[in-house]
T-cell receptor
């Protein structure tokens, strides 16, 4: 069975500082990996995803994540955060394979930006 | 505009009073799913559906029912709600493409059972 561990439940960061949100997964087969963001009082939005190819994936708002198969990790990074990045971030994994659409989510990391 | 619509957004009900949370999508997605979100537990899958009349249990199905009579609709039914079903609920959809490319989520339904 697949699972996701987000090691930090809360991460406070000063504005314009870098941030890394950690995610480790376990799965017996090849995986697809995702980061979702949930802004206060909103639903979840897809931030970025790794399906295949380049192990470094980027979002349109400056976040990036690197798939590391040997360490079974998919950490999310941003070199300089803004107040608007305050949100909860969820890492998710899927085993892939035809018809296997289930996403398994981590417990989330609440990112708080300090002015 | 592609969207997943959930109703209601907020609901307060009493123990034992049957309720239905609706979910509708306009993207012709085959796969639909319900999750509940609880603090410290993340999102957990309740039920899912691969297509019309095809549904199956997720990780936490107890106390819930679903139906998929039409491709676009996937209602979540709580026949006898209890306080431990107080939670934030999300409907999610995707195409079946040989491995998920990620979900499109509804805006959520915050349910309180007193």
């Amino acid at each position: 069975a697949q699972s996701v561990t987000q090691l930090d439940s809360q991460v406070p960061v000063f504005e314009e500082a870098p941030v890394e949100l950690r995610c480790n997964y376990s799965s017996s087969v090849s995986v697809y990996l995702f980061w979702y963001v949930q802004y206060p009082n909103q639903g979840l939005q897809l931030l970025l995803k790794y399906l295949s190819g380049s192990t470094l994936v980027e979002s349109i708002n400056g976040f990036e994540a690197e798939f590391n198969k040997s360490q079974t990790s998919f950490h999310l990074r941003k070199p300089s955060v803004h107040i608007s990045d305050t949100a909860e971030y969820f890492c998710a994994v899927s085993d892939g394979g035809f018809g296997n659409e289930k996403l398994t989510f981590g417990t989330g990391t609440r990112l708080t930006i300090i002015p | 505009e592609a969207q997943v619509t959930q109703n209601p957004r907020y609901l307060i009900t009493v123990t034992g009073k049957k309720l239905t949370v609706t979910c509708s999508q306009n993207m012709n997605h085959e796969y639909m799913s319900w999750y509940r979100q609880d603090p410290g537990l993340g999102l957990r899958q309740i039920y899912y559906s691969m297509n019309v009349e095809v549904t199956d249990k997720g990780d936490v199905p107890e106390g819930y029912k679903v139906s998929r009579k039409e491709k676009r609709n996937f209602p979540l039914i709580l026949e006898s709600p209890s306080p431990n079903q107080t939670s934030l609920y999300f409907c999610a959809t995707s195409r079946i493409t040989g491995g998920t490319r990620g979900y499109t989520f509804g805006s959520g339904t915050r349910l309180t059972v007193v």
